[in-house]
């Protein structure tokens, strides 16, 4: 088959063999709709397909189950996230992934490093989401280097609110230490998120969430992150978190360049439609099109979402030249979190299908020449 490469912008004869693939250049024209992109990068997953990241339960068989299952929608690497919970339990989650990178190859090839969502988040009800409140704390070096002593020095993004005393200086401390610092879960003010961005901030986590639900028109904290040009804003283009004109905006205002796509995925991310018991919200329902809620409310638990479903939700929200937008989305879902966090070029590739109503189709993940994941193309 023929596909477009939308890195070297050329057209790519690719074989797919039994286990193995094989790309070369050719000078024919690429069948309609049919793409070649870089490995997609997730920045934040709390779990996937059942798995769990913050249960201190996780093993060995079940990330490496999780990996597979995210590669079937494009995702080649990704951040495991651990949030908010007492510094022992934390301590235990990221020994557990740890743990996990050292004994499988499959792990350690797609964990691109630890996300540290919490506990320097805001403790304001709205801001904190679903964070307990009991384990919420002010930024200290002493508790971060207890955690990356955890992580095993893993630990290359930090989620914060730069409302705590002492965050301007603890956000220089993680940047001398090449980690990089995103602001949410925040009620900062203007003047604290300019200052933030100062100490070396680059990044705003899910931003439109994690937030009140009502705040002051302006200047609210959603508007001064959307406004800094040296932030690169995650969002959840789950179609649930962000309604489509937000998302809009967001693309607008920081794509193609500053956007990152993000699932912020929980364990029931992938699952049957069902009523469930989490550890996060207790009882929830996950409704047939995949939005999670609070069981008999409205309220959102969660993203339920992959990765793959924000594509397809940028896709969706935009008209014109579909090759823009397919190089758009790359840039949200490849580019722009590799730039953000340094990550060095890794041969993964993602081969895709835009069909005839503009929704995205993963055909296969490859790793050199490896198959990673592959399905009947």
Known sequence: MIAYDLEKKASVSVDIGGNSVSYSATQEPPEKGLYLSPGWID??????????LNSGEMTLDKLEFMTQKLH???????????????????ERCLKLIVQACEASPLVKEA??????EGPFISPEDGARGAHPLEHVKAPTIDLFERLQEAANGMIDLVTLAPEHP??????????DQNIT????????????????VSAGATLSTHLGNGAPATMPRHPNVIWDQLAEPQLYASAIFDGFHLP?????????????????LTSDAVALAGMAAGVYTAPVGGKVELHEN?????????YLAGSASSLLDGVNNLMSINSGDVLN???????AVHSNPRELLKLPEKDDQVLFRVDTQNEVKVLAVTRADKILYKTEV
């Open 43 to 52: 920045i934040q997953v709390n779990g996937y397909m059942g798995v769990d």
């Open 72 to 90: 079937e929608v494009g995702v080649t690497r990704f951040l495991p996230t651990v949030i908010t919970q007492s510094a022992e339990h934390m």
């Open 111 to 116: 964990v691109a490093g630890i996300h540290l």
């Open 166 to 175: 002492g965050s301007f200086a603890f956000i220089r401390y993680l940047v």
């Open 181 to 196: 610092v995103a602001l949410g879960h925040t009620l900062a003010s203007p003047v604290q998120i300019a200052e933030a």
């Open 244 to 260: 489509d004109s937000v998302m809009r905006v967001l693309y607008k205002v920081k794509g193609p360049d500053r956007l990152i």
């Open 290 to 298: 995949n939005r999670l809620t609070m069981f008999g409310t409205q």
């Open 325 to 331: 937008i397919v190089a758009a989305i790359v840039a």
